[in-house]
C-alpha cells in the first residue's frame, strides 16, 4: 500500500477579499501542500499571490474558510498564540524585507531564534554557535565579508538586503519557507545561488516551500 505524504498546509472553503470589492478576491475550494513539497505560485499582478501567501502565514484572516497549518488550524489560535507559531514553523522572505535597522547583518539573521527556542536548537545543532550558522549561511549568498557582517543593514545595498532576509528565513530549518518574490533585487548569478542554498536547506530539513 502506498503512503500518502502528510499535508502541511490545508486549505477548505477559502474566501477573501478587500473592503470594498464586489467579489472575493480569492476563492480556493481545497487546497493541500505535503511536507517537503515545493509550490511556485505564478498569476498577473494583483491576482492574489501575495495575499494568500499571508493567509497561510496567519498574517491575514479569511472571511470564510479553513487554513490548517501542521493539523492546527490557524483560526484557534489568538494573536499571540499565531505569532509564536509563526516563529517556530515559518520562515517568512517578505517583498519589503522587513530587517531591523538598528541590527546588525549578523543579528538580524539570528533573530528568529531569539523567538523561537526550537529553532535556535535546530540552528546550534548545525554550527557551534548561532552566529557560525549564520556565517554558514551568508557565505553562500557571498555576504560573510568581514567588512558587512557587522554593518547595520540600512549601510547595506537592495540586493544585499534581500539576501540577508534569505539568510533570516533559513536559519533554523523552519517547517515552512515563504518566499515572496525572494530574488526580485539580486542579479542572475546571486539569483541562482540562492535558489540552489533554498532548496538543498528545504531538501536537508524536510521543509515545504511556498
Not at 486549505?11 to 501542500?33: C, K, V
Not at 491575514?60 to 498564540?81: D, F, K, T, W, Y
Request: aromatic share 6%.
Amino acid at each position: 500500500m502506498t503512503t500518502l505524504p502528510e499535508s502541511i498546509i490545508k486549505l477548505d472553503t477559502l474566501r477573501f477579499g478587500w473592503p470594498g470589492q464586489p467579489e472575493p478576491l480569492l476563492h480556493i475550494a481545497d487546497l493541500e501542500i505535503a511536507r517537503g513539497e515545493r509550490v511556485f505560485l505564478r498569476g498577473a499582478s494583483g491576482c492574489g499571490k501575495s495575499t494568500l501567501l499571508g493567509l497561510v502565514a496567519g498574517v491575514l484572516a479569511p472571511q470564510s474558510g479553513v487554513i490548517e497549518i501542521l493539523g492546527q488550524s490557524l483560526a484557534a489560535m489568538n494573536s499571540a498564540r499565531r505569532d509564536h507559531f509563526r516563529a517556530d514553523h515559518y520562515g517568512i522572505i517578505f517583498q519589503q524585507f522587513n530587517l531591523i535597522p538598528y541590527l546588525s547583518v549578523i543579528e538580524n539573521v539570528t533573530l528568529p531564534c531569539r523567538f523561537s527556542a526550537d529553532r535556535r536548537q535546530k540552528a546550534i545543532s548545525r554550527g557551534s554557535s548561532l552566529d557560525d550558522e549564520a556565517l554558514r549561511l551568508l557565505e553562500h549568498l557571498d555576504m560573510a565579508d568581514a567588512a558587512i557582517i557587522n554593518k547595520p543593514v540600512t549601510e547595506l545595498s537592495v540586493g544585499q538586503q534581500q539576501r540577508v532576509a534569505a539568510a533570516r528565513a533559513l536559519i533554523g530549518s523552519p517547517e515552512i519557507l515563504i518566499a515572496d518574490e525572494p530574488t526580485s533585487s539580486m542579479d542572475a548569478d546571486r539569483r541562482q545561488a540562492f535558489i540552489e542554498l533554498m532548496f538543498r536547506e528545504c531538501n536537508e530539513a524536510g521543509s515545504t516551500l511556498l
